[in-house]
């Protein structure tokens, strides 16, 4: 792992206490390093998502899971089509 990705390892976890998300980051660079987090390790590649599951994995660490979702579909880290129907992890 490189410094830059150990640093940024870091930076998420101070963003937990007791596995759950304390605050949804404001800075963009940090709210972009805590979803690439979220979408690696709560959504797995290639595997198709109601929205119901994708709220029930994001109350897992936050209660706030449609602001979680959102921002996830924003950034491109999950994909939904137009009509909302499904969602799959992204880039």
């Not at 930076?11 to 972009?32: C, D, H, M, N, Y």
């Not at 994995?57 to 089509?81: M, Q």
């Amino acid at each position: 792992m490189s410094d830059t990705e150990l640093r940024a390892s870091r930076q998420v976890t101070a963003l937990f206490s007791g596995g759950r998300l304390v605050a949804i980051p404001r800075k963009p660079a940090r709210r972009e390093q805590l979803l690439v987090h979220l979408a690696h390790t709560l959504f797995e590649r290639d595997r198709v998502y109601t929205e119901r599951e994708v709220n029930e994995a994001l109350l897992t660490v936050h209660e706030d899971c449609s602001a979680l979702r959102r921002y996830l579909v924003v950034a491109g880290l999950l994909e939904r089509p137009r009509d909302g129907s499904s969602y799959r992890r992204g880039r």
